[in-house]
């Protein structure tokens, strides 16, 4: 299973999201800090999930990082969080 597919997973079952959208941006940060051969280090994430709601934006963006932990420590460099709750814009 790739990284990719393990976010997918875990954000899958930890927030029951209403939409949920996942982009490698690995590739634009070739040579940067962080990046490796292989890509799945740079992830674009946009989520909306009833999880959310009442949450501020930090709030959000700790409880994306404490269900993705595993990967963030097995080498997962970056991610760029959109969170909604379900009508947001």
Same mark, same amino acid.
């Given at each position: 299973?790739?990284?990719? &597919?393990?976010? %997918?997973?875990? /954000? $899958?079952? #930890? /927030?029951?999201?209403?939409?949920? &959208? +996942? $982009? ?9 800090? #962080?990046?490796? $051969? !292989? ?5 674009? +994430? ?7 709601? !009442? %949450?501020?934006?930090? &709030? ?5 990082? !404490?269900?993705? $932990?595993?990967?963030? @420590? ?5 991610? @760029?969080? %959109?969170? %909604?709750?379900?009508?947001e814009t």
């Amino acid at each position: 299973m790739t990284i990719k &597919e393990q976010i %997918k997973a875990k /954000l $899958e079952a #930890g /927030l029951q999201p209403t939409r949920l &959208e +996942i $982009e490698d941006e690995s590739h634009r940060h070739a040579g940067h800090g #962080g990046w490796r $051969e !292989g890509g799945e280090t740079h992830f674009r +994430i946009d989520v909306a999930s009833a999880r959310f709601i !009442g %949450k501020g934006r930090i &709030e959000r963006h700790r409880l994306v990082y !404490g269900l993705l $932990e595993e990967e963030i @420590a097995a080498g997962v460099h970056a991610l @760029a969080l %959109k969170t %909604k709750a379900p009508g947001e814009t």
